[in-house]
Nanobody, 121 residues
């Protein structure tokens, strides 16, 4: 069984910063990709940023220059530093991981339960 646990969401004023964390635990064999998606009210879930095992990243255009992803491979943990936050960044942020376990050879997709980020004055 694999679990992704997010932390760090909350209320912040426009222009402020937040740092999200996501720790993966369980019978993990190989971690391929970790990252963040978000879903704003009334909208579809969208990619924020992912980081591959080799360190390459893919950012949504809307967060480039403001958000930074980092990863601790030893801890199977990913972080999202969010700066210069805007009201339109308000959403539930979901951690995502693509990994294989000790009982499966194929990579599978896992999701956390989400953490709410509200940007408002």
């Amino acid at each position: 069984q694999v679990q992704l646990v997010e932390s760090g969401g909350g209320l912040v004023q426009p222009g402020g910063s937040l740092r999200l964390s996501c720790a993966a635990s369980g019978s993990i064999r190989s971690m391929f990709v970790m990252g963040w998606y978000r879903q704003a009210p009334g909208k579809q879930r969208e990619l924020v940023v992912v980081i591959h095992s080799g360190g390459s990243t893919n950012y949504a255009d809307s967060v480039i220059g403001r958000f930074t992803i980092s990863r601790d491979n030893a801890k199977n943990t990913v972080y999202l530093q969010m700066n210069s936050l805007k009201p339109e960044d308000t959403a539930v942020y979901y951690c995502n991981a693509v990994l294989s376990t000790i009982t499966t050879q194929n990579a599978m997709n896992y999701w956390g339960k989400g953490t709410l980020v509200t940007v408002s004055s």
